[in-house]
T-cell receptor, first 117, second 111 residues
Framework: GAGVSQSPSNKVTEKGKDVELRCDPISGHTALYWYRQSLGQGLEFLIYFQGNSAPDKSGLPSDRFSAERTGGSVSTLTIQRTQQEDSAVYLC???????????????FGSGTRLTVV | EDQVTQSPEALRLQEGESSSLNCSYTVSGLRGLFWYRQDPGKGPEFLFTLYSAGEEKEKERLKATLTKKESFLHITAPKPEDSATYLCAVWGSSNTGKLIFGQGTTLQVKP
């Protein structure tokens, strides 16, 4: 596609339920990132996939959070047993590998707004 | 630990009133400094990458500059459509490829 696509755009879930957030990166982008943005806050890094390398999971806040990337393309972020503090906008981004473009900039999707009630 | 601090948190300008946004950073081995624009309800939109001190890049009314400790985003004769949150991020050699973001500066340009 022309851009990074995220679904759903909005998700309201009850505390304790599991949720899955989906990201379709730009075709050909080998790197994929998940960030979280809470109200009025900056972007918090969650996880990073680069090609076939092991993902960098250093930003995942707890073992309730996990992510996978299938076939080097689509990624799913899963939050188990959601808590109210998980409410935020979850942003996905993709990029070419460093050194393959002049600007090495991420392209972000519009995000999934998660509300845990 | 890599850190990014942006100032001011919020800035109100009259249309045509030029100003600058600041991004101070500490990073072990800067590989790149990035500026993004974010409109409400949308993901950040990439503006610039700067790689070394002294580098400058321009796009329409925006000009980004970089020193060894900070970056400035200069806005010349802003228009109301420049109103947005501007985010700064750094990529350091200790990070695999992730960017560390500042809190952002929310700019409002009044007609």
């Amino acid at each position: 596609g022309a851009g990074v696509s995220q679904s759903p755009s909005n998700k309201v879930t009850e505390k304790g339920k599991d949720v899955e957030l989906r990201c379709d990166p730009i075709s050909g982008h080998t790197a994929l990132y998940w960030y979280r943005q809470s109200l009025g806050q900056g972007l918090e890094f969650l996880i990073y996939f680069q090609g076939n390398s092991a993902p960098d999971k250093s930003g995942l806040p707890s073992d309730r959070f996990s992510a996978e990337r299938t076939g080097g393309s689509v990624s799913t972020l899963t939050i188990q047993r959601t808590q109210q503090e998980d409410s935020a906008v979850y942003l996905c981004a993709s990029s070419l590998a460093y050194g393959t473009s002049d600007d090495y900039g991420y392209t972000f999707g519009s995000g999934t707004r998660l509300t845990v009630v | 630990e890599d850190q990014v601090t942006q100032s001011p948190e919020a800035l109100r300008l009259q249309e045509g009133e030029s100003s600058s946004l600041n991004c101070s950073y500490t990073v072990s081995g800067l590989r790149g400094l990035f500026w993004y624009r974010q409109d409400p309800g949308k993901g950040p939109e990439f503006l610039f990458t700067l790689y070394s001190a002294g580098e400058e890049k321009e796009k329409e009314r925006l000009k980004a500059t970089l020193t060894k400790k900070e970056s400035f985003l200069h806005i010349t004769a802003p228009k109301p459509e420049d109103s947005a949150t501007y985010l700064c991020a750094v990529w350091g050699s200790s990070n695999t490829g992730k960017l560390i973001f500042g809190q952002g500066t929310t700019l409002q340009v009044k007609p």
